[in-house]
């Protein structure tokens, strides 16, 4: 950090910054050189010069001493490097030419070389530079440097200024007493430096700046407490070591804070009100409860399973508190994980979750089988083109089983270290770059100097900023114990968060959720048979009494620490041996609720077959015992019947000679009906005959009347005084339809209503009485030198066709009347007719039911 923030604040220097680790190869640095650096011929030869004119580059290599030798004994970046100094420059590969450096200085930093996993440098290049010992601070610089960073804290709270110094010791002590505790000897990654005592004051500047109010010494107590329980205590390996941690630090703010010690009393380790800060209850990084989270939570994930990822995650406490940790990371700046536990501990699931939570983007690797570095490559520049020019936040979730090649962990320790990748973007690669950084600086109205150094500067900061990386890792497998020597970044740039396996109690809750589906005996009490078998007294001793359920989820917890034992001591012995982690576990459930299921089917199978036969057996036995019951009562009924058909066969005899004579009588009345019905027809037809030579030239008639068309009438109505034969039309067809007045003005409104024509067309003949027809035809008709059709039809159009009309009705009703006696002769006929036909029908049905009865009687 020295050395960065004074180069970068002196104009004439540039600054690349390379991490190296134990696979860099002499590649790192040409691709430096491809980015920062230009090749210019010159007279003297070909020369590397940086891009910006009379400026310097300073190339810092980061843990220099960690690369490996080859088994020649030689470290070929160090060689390499001792050639730059030495010579001044180095050959171009390819092209056989001399490439000169200008303005190109190199600095490295390394850890003491007594330190695992470093390699001493060779004195050939140590000779052409000084060595400076740069030491963490000691114990009362760390008091000064923290205790400035707390006073400018605690400014956001006024109230809590003289609380400056008790704050810097206790933090100062907590960090302090945890880096003498805990060593690398003990486990990799418990690795100390002052960055923690950084991570902390930003955390808590991080939760107190956007408050809107101030804080009380005891919120402040709870919140210092809790950070350093996520800085310290979450990367503890051992319960042991993880209540240790707790109580020190738990003691040490007693001490400091005696006044505030209340606040901390009802605060254990494993208790039920643990200290939980989190901002997803309120908009602010504030106290809350394990009740409350884990409902949020648990609605969340059901959204979490519709839209992202369908997979059953049980929200136990430790789920609740790595979820926690996972977000306080990701919310922070430069805020990267490391995920140490066993397979199906929930790492990168959770990781998800809570990326999806933050409104994160999740970028995961896609290994096929031809998948290598330049796929690699190919990945990371898409995601920090995403991160760096398109503003997008990412979660970049990389398992240790992408690690393919050890140059994978050399990209990720220098893009943790600096944000960038050393020669990612080349060529056309960094013309596009530069393209898509200048979009966005114009689309952010960000001010920056349109240069390439600038503008890469920014590029850099922005994935800085958007860019959070999750490293998960299995501690059982080989290369964890290695990491920490060949990619340090992993655990200084990281914030730790271990895992490990589940305890018991999640075992339990596990089990007992993914065996809810099961219908189980869990209302009654079960106790242990007395028979059991030794195995299963000892696998749940703990278990004597209780509800099946419990003791089913208490045998597959002690099942599952069996299994784990029991390979332990494999491994003790050097035998062959299987690594049970917590996917083991879950899948033993899913097979046991497998089997169970299946067998629970074929149980109900089989108890449903030998139902359905019980019930049919019983239904017999049933059906048995009914017949003889009915057999009984029907011997009864038969003798009953034998009297009752020998008195049915007197009456059907006696009832036969009736219908008999019910027969004869019917038939004489069928023939007299038959009679009867013939001289109707023939009454009939000479009635139709009559009225079928008037009836076509009425409806003749009619239909010339319905075809005079409304102007006609009202040429008719225009009238004031017509001729006689309109005048005499008229007033017939008004005498005719019953009309009271024939005044001509009464007419002209007669003629005027919208039914008019629909009232001559669908006149009823018979409604006609004989005062109208002699009316009719004595002043009209038989005035034929003045009304007649020809006169008629030339004084109006409209008046011919009702003239038709009026002759027609009037030969129509004079036939009506004239065969009017034959009509009623008709009617009596068919009055008499319908007597003889009822009387015929009732003595058919009577010999019906006559015949009825005999044929019952005979069956």
């Known amino acids: 950090m020295t050395l960065t923030s004074t180069i970068n604040s002196l104009p004439e220097f540039e600054f690349a910054s390379l991490n190296f680790s134990s696979g860099t190869s002499p590649d790192l640095i040409l691709k430096t050189f491809s980015q920062y650096c230009e090749y210019k011929r010159t007279p003297n030869g070909m020369m590397l010069a940086p891009n910006a004119p009379e400026k310097w580059l300073v190339v810092f290599c980061d843990e220099i001493n960690l690369p490996e030798a080859d088994r020649y004994g030689t470290q070929r970046v160090i060689t390499f490097l001792r050639q730059l100094i030495e010579q001044g420059g180095f050959w171009l590969g390819g092209k056989n030419t001399w490439v000169r450096l200008e303005r190109i200085q190199f600095v490295g930093a390394c850890n003491p070389p007594t330190d695992p996993g470093r ?47 008790p704050l810097t010791d206790a933090m100062v002590d907590v960090y302090d007493s945890n880096q003498k505790k805990f060593t690398a000897e003990m486990q990799p990654h418990y690795i100390y430096s002052p960055r923690e005592l950084s991570r902390w004051m930003r955390a808590l500047y991080e939760a107190i700046e956007p408050l809107e109010y101030e804080i009380d010494i005891e919120t402040l107590v709870k919140l210092v407490f809790h950070e350093a329980l996520r800085l310290f205590m979450d990367r503890l390996v051992t319960s042991d070591e993880q209540k240790w941690c707790f109580h020190m630090v738990k003691e040490t703010l007693r001490n400091h804070f005696p006044q505030s010690a209340t606040a901390l009393e009802v605060v254990e380790y494993g208790g ?18 394990t009740i409350d989270l884990r409902k949020h939570i648990e609605a969340r994930l059901r959204v979490f399973y519709e839209e992202e990822l369908n997979v059953q995650l049980v929200v136990f406490d430790s789920v609740i508190d790595h979820v926690l940790r996972i977000d306080r990371v990701l919310r922070q700046p430069l805020g990267h994980l490391l995920l140490v536990g066993e397979s199906g501990a929930g790492k990168t699931v959770l990781s ?53 090649d050890s140059a994978f962990l050399e990209r990720m320790n220098a893009l943790l270290a600096s944000g960038e990748v050393p020669g990612l973007f080349e060529d056309d690669e960094y013309t596009s770059l530069m393209h898509a950084c200048r979009e966005a600086v114009q689309r952010d109205g960000v001010i920056v100097e349109n240069t390439e150094d600038e503008l890469f500067r920014y590029f850099t900061k922005q994935v800085q900023r958007n860019l959070h990386v999750v490293f998960t890792m299995n501690p059982a497998s080989g290369d964890f114990q290695n990491r920490t020597n060949t990619s340090p970044a ?29 219908d189980l005996a869990g209302s009654s009490d079960f106790i242990i048979p007395s028979d059991a078998s030794d195995v299963l007294a000892k ?18 917890v002690q099942f599952h620490h069996a299994v784990l034992l029991h390979m332990r001591r494999l491994q003790k012995r050097h035998m062959k041996y299987n690594h049970i982690s917590p996917r083991d576990y879950l899948e033993f459930i899913r097979h046991f609720v497998s089997l169970y299921s299946e067998k629970r089917a074929q149980l109900e199978d089989q108890q449903l077959h030998l139902n359905v036969g019980v019930q049919k057996l019983q239904a017999t036995h049933e059906q048995v015992a009914e017949l003889q019951g009915q057999l009984s009562l029907k011997e009864k009924e038969l003798k009953k019947k034998d009297v009752e058909a020998n008195e049915k066969l007197q009456q059907m005899v006696q009832e036969q000679n009736e219908a008999q004579e019910k027969k004869k009588d019917t038939e004489a009345l069928a023939a007299d009906l038959a009679s009867k019905d013939e001289e109707i027809r023939s009454r009939k037809e000479v009635v139709e005959a009559d009225l079928a030579q008037a009836e076509p030239a009425l409806l003749d008639a009619q239909a010339s009347v319905n075809s005079i068309r409304k102007a006609q009438l009202d040429e ?38 919208d039914d008019f024509i629909s009232q001559v067309v669908n006149f009823d003949s018979e409604k006609l009485t004989a005062r109208q027809r002699h009316t009719i035809q004595t002043n009209y008709v038989d005035k034929v030198d003045e009304f007649d059709y020809e006169k008629v039809n030339r004084a109006s159009k409209a008046c011919g066709p009702l003239y038709k009309w009026i002759i027609s009705q009037l030969n129509y009703t004079n036939i009506l009347h004239k065969i009017q006696p034959l009509r009623d002769e008709v009617q009596t006929l068919i009055d008499k007719s319908s007597d003889l036909r009822e009387r015929y029908e009732q003595a058919k049905k009577t010999i019906d039911a006559l015949e009825i009865r005999i044929e019952n009687f005979k069956h």
């Open 272 to 289: 039920q009100h643990p200290i939980l800060f989190s901002t997803w209850l309120s908009k602010n990084y504030t106290e809350a409860t």
């Open 490 to 518: 992993l655990f200084n740039r990281c914030v730790v968060d271990w895992f490990g396996t589940w305890n018991d109690h999640a075992l339990a809750q596990v089990a007992y959720e993914f065996t809810n589906t099961l």
């Open 352 to 404: 998800r979750f809570v990326s999806w939570m933050n409104g994160m983007s999740v970028f995961q690797i896609k290994l096929t089988s031809n998948y290598t570095l330049d796929n690699f490559d190919d990945d990371l520049r898409v995601v920090l083109k995403r991160c760096g020019c398109e503003a997008e936040k990412i979660c970049f979730i990389f398992d240790e089983s992408n690690v393919l």
């Open 539 to 556: 696998l749940i001793p703990h278990i004597a009494t209780g509800t099946f359920r419990d003791v089913l989820v208490g045998s597959i």
């Open 716 to 753: 008719i109505r225009a009238l004031a005084r017509p001729p006689a034969a309109v005048r005499m039309t008229m007033e017939a067809v008004a005498v005719m339809l019953g009309e009271s007045s024939l005044e001509w003005a009464d007419l002209r409104r007669f003629i005027r209503k």
């Open 119 to 165: 390699v001493p440098i060779s004195l050939r290049l140590l000779r052409h530079a000084p060595v400076l010992l740069v030491d963490f601070p000691s114990y009362p610089s760390l008091k000064q440097i923290y205790g400035t960073f707390n006073r400018a804290l605690l400014k956001l709270t006024p109230s809590l200024r003289s609380y400056v110094q």
